[in-house]
């Protein structure tokens, strides 16, 4: 499968950005798909990922509550609505996924990774 991310830009801080990974593929309902991030100098981390089931979800504590993770299997999409914007939540975004049930916080368990899209958080 392949992916898409889009949605980031400049935000201010306590704003919201709503994120997009687009997909090709007709068995994308199969896929678990992750989002990570990776701000400079520092390692990749995860940030949230959503199961087969839209109810399925899991997220990085920095993020629970003001973070949601979503999908549109008919419009091959996941979602990750982010309020509440911190300036520490500046990185880059990627989407990522993989044909598991159930989602995984780990970048390893995931093939098939998007380019990333900027995400920038003023104070």
């Known amino acids: 499968v392949q992916l898409q991310a889009s949605g980031g830009g400049l935000v201010q801080a306590g704003g919201s950005l709503r994120l997009s990974c687009a997909a090709s593929?007709?068995?994308?309902?199969?896929?678990?798909v992750g989002w990570f991030r990776q701000a400079p100098g520092k390692e990749r981390e995860f940030v949230a990922a959503?199961?087969?089931?839209?109810?399925?979800?899991y997220y990085a504590d920095s993020v629970k509550g003001r973070f949601t993770i979503s999908r549109d299997n008919a419009k091959n999409t996941v979602y990750l609505q982010m309020n509440s914007l911190k300036p520490e939540d500046t990185a880059v975004y990627y989407c990522?996924?993989?044909?598991?049930?159930?989602?995984?916080?780990?970048?390893?368990?995931?093939?098939?990774w998007g380019q990333g899209t900027q995400v920038t958080v003023s104070s």
């Open positions: 593929g007709r068995t994308f309902s199969r896929y678990a």
């Open positions: 959503i199961g087969w089931s839209a109810g399925s979800t």
């Open positions: 990522a996924a993989d044909p598991l049930r159930i989602p995984s916080n780990a970048g390893s368990d995931f093939s098939s």
